[in-house]
């Protein structure tokens, strides 16, 4: 009986009618193994995976392969995306046992959740090196059977290895000038100076090393930071990983130059971009990064949010061809006689010279994805927009791609904190309405009456899976990042009681952080990984979200715990910066001060204004005229209207400088 049905997870409802037998993640699952005395396979994926699909459509759909399977196995089967706790702690072993890792992930468990034999996709029939999945089934039952003493060693080697893997924070000092150069040298040596970004390929966007580029250089003056931040952004916005009619990024490049995308668009990653385009327009004033700043925002809200006001986890890589076919990237792609049939012979030579669309293709059969090939001349806009426009209105009668509408709170929260500060930078209200009502649904749904902030929900019903610690990070982080732009102290409230189950319940002794609460299902080991991967990890998120509370209120406690968080940013900070750029980030601010600033004025005036746009790293801003407004913010405590006016004050490390009710002198105390 496939268990499936009636769950929050579209992957998991993906597999619902599956001849398989799968059970969610579940003790149920396990006695059941037990009772049978057979192993549990375990396969993790997400709803836009494209590979997942593959194999699903393969091997899951396949009558005499869900026989075998039922008959053998207890088979779960794991949305990462709900359970990142999961996902994470099967990942680390798929990596220390092969070198790779990905998804779909494909692990053998002992009835007591022991890994014994990894692998991610498995095909039908051998190829390229890789046996048939039928044959790993098959390999994994006789090894079980006859060889189950040699199972259960090394099931319980790797259990072993794992829970000696133990962070500390205190491994590395405090980062400070030497460790923070150092990761700039080493940034450097890894730069793609003829085409932007880090590495080879694949190459996906560098969202968290861009953010500690810009503060580096807001807090240094350093124009190689600025240059490599820059760069790197135009790539991408003139590359096949942004969608150059409708906005938004695709989740990486397969190529070097950001040419072909793998074309499934997430939440996060647009979130996070957004708010990298909008703090590179406020350090260069650059048309380009405002433009791409305002369309990914467009295109979070025209095509990710959902009817509760929440943000949907991301849009599929494939969709229906022409020929009826389910490809990827379908949705998105080209060729001249497409062009021809919309726009015509002369506009569709000018659109194939402007977007790169050639008769041999960048893509598959001939086709080619959108790139900005050069600057468009000024009395050429008026026709860029109507080619735009047209090809945009042709593509909607497309079939489009499936879209996993479940909330994540982590990616929500990154959302509204993009979405709030794009908002103000561009005179945007609706954006900040959008990211206030995202805001809104995660305080009625995901922490509703239970006081503690659960993973994901869908169609406004709460999922069963409890907040990891990325969750608590990012969404304190968006809650901080609103009370700024709004000035409604409520969101600064919200973020501090998500910061105090940090303290109590992610923070070890030494102060280190974990993934999941103390109180959280125990796993065959608690998860704890510092570095990000495509979103800022949950240790350096909270330890930013912590340094931002302690600004705006005071708090030792929740300093004390951002300045002990941040001592792996110290160890790792210059051998890995790719890695942990977010952390390097935090660092910046905690370098700068962060400095504080109370406006005592009208919120959305002009000293407001001026405070949100200021390049201090991770500087935090409170803003408000009435008379009790410092019941909300402290920093607004006895802070009044200097001879009637507006007024601003800044400081940092213990120190106020000197109130003014000057704008431009504001934005020199803020490096404006």
């Known amino acids: 009986m ?96 092969t070198g790779q890792g990905g998804w779909p992930m494909t692990v053998f468990l002992t009835a007591d959740a022991e890994p014994f034999y990894f692998g991610t996709y498995f095909p039908p029939e051998p190829r390229h090196g890789m046996p048939a999945f039928r044959q790993v089934l098959e390999g994994v039952v006789a090894a079980w059977s006859d060889r189950r003493e040699e199972v259960a060693e090394v099931a319980g080697r790797i259990v072993r290895d794992l829970a000696g893997r133990s962070l500390a924070a205190g491994e590395g000092s405090l980062p400070g000038e030497a460790e923070l150069a150092q990761a700039l040298l080493r940034l450097t040596r890894d730069y ?89 327009w406020r350090a260069t004033g650059s048309d380009l990064a405002r433009r791409v700043a305002l369309e990914t925002a467009d295109f979070l809200v025209r095509e990710l949010r959902t009817a509760e006001g929440g943000f949907a986890s991301a849009l599929d890589a494939d969709s229906e061809d022409a020929q009826g076919r389910h490809v990827e990237g379908a949705f998105y ?91 103000a930078y561009f005179d945007r209200p609706d954006l900040i309405e959008r990211a206030t009502e995202a805001a809104d649904l995660l305080v009625r749904v995901h922490m509703g009456e239970a006081a503690r902030l659960c993973r994901t929900s869908r169609d406004g019903r709460a999922g069963d899976n409890s907040g990891v610690l990325e969750d608590y990070g990012d ?59 495509a979103t800022p990890a949950g240790w350096t998120a909270a330890a930013g979200a912590l340094l931002s509370y302690a600004a705006h209120t005071g708090s030792e406690a929740h300093r004390t715990a951002a300045e002990r968080a941040l001592g792996i940013v110290g160890a790792l900070g210059p051998k890995a910066p790719r890695f942990i750029g977010w952390g390097l980030a935090v660092a910046e601010a905690l370098l700068d001060g962060p400095r504080e600033v109370a406006v005592a004025g009208p919120v959305g005036g002009e000293l407001h204004r001026t405070a949100l746009l200021g390049r201090a790293p991770g500087a ?53």
Not at 214 to 221: F, I, V, Y
């Open 333 to 423: 792609v080209w060729t001249p006689a497409q062009l021809r049939e919309v726009l015509g012979e002369e506009d569709a030579a000018f659109a194939a010279g402007y977007f790169g669309v050639t008769e041999e293709g960048t893509f598959e059969e001939g086709s080619s994805v959108l790139r900005l090939m050069r600057n468009g001349e000024p009395d050429e806009e008026a026709r860029v927009a109507d080619v735009r426009a047209r090809l945009l209105a042709a593509r909607e009668l497309r079939a489009r791609p499936e879209r996993d509408d479940k909330i994540v709170a982590a990616w929500n929260g990154l959302a509204i904190a993009a979405l709030a500060e794009t908002g």
């Open 475 to 533: 969404v304190a982080e968006g809650f901080l990042a609103l009370a700024s732009v709004t000035g409604e102290g409520a969101w600064l409230d919200f973020a501090g009681f998500l910061l105090d189950i940090v303290l109590e319940r992610f923070t070890g002794e030494d102060g280190q952080l974990f993934d999941t609460a103390d109180d959280a299902e125990r796993l065959i080991r608690r998860p704890q990984d510092p570095t990000d991967s």
């Open 620 to 672: 935090v801003v409170a803003a408000g005229e009435e008379a009790d407004a410092g019941t909300e913010f402290p920093l607004l405590v006895d802070r009044p209207l200097v001879g009637g006016e507006p007024t601003a004050y800044v400081c940092r490390h213990f120190v106020c400088d000197a109130p003014t009710t000057d704008a431009g002198e504001l934005a020199a105390k803020l490096g404006g």
């Open 192 to 280: 793609d100076e003829k085409h932007g970004g880090f590495g080879g390929a694949p190459k996906f966007p560098p969202s968290m090393v861009i953010e500690f580029l810009l503060r580096h250089h807001a807090r240094t003056g350093a124009e190689g930071a600025l240059q490599m931040a820059a760069d790197s952004c135009a790539a991408m916005a003139r590359g096949g990983i942004y969608d150059q009619l409708g906005g938004g990024f695709a989740r990486y490049s397969v190529d070097r130059e950001w040419i072909v995308p793998h074309f499934e668009k997430m939440l996060y990653d647009n979130a996070l971009l957004c708010r990298v385009y909008a703090h590179l």
């Open 2 to 97: 496939n268990r499936l049905a009636g769950v929050t997870s579209p992957y998991l409802l993906q597999h619902a009618d599956n001849p398989v037998d799968w059970w969610p993640w579940s003790p149920e699952a396990f006695e059941e193994a037990r009772r049978r005395d057979v192993p549990v396979l375990l396969s993790v994926g997400y709803a836009s995976c494209h590979w997942c699909h593959v194999m699903a459509h393969e091997s899951f759909e396949d009558t005499a392969v869900a026989e075998y399977l039922n008959a053998h196995f207890v088979p779960v089967k794991v949305d990462r995306e709900e359970r990142p706790d999961v996902d994470a702690v099967y990942m680390e072993a798929v990596q220390a046992a």
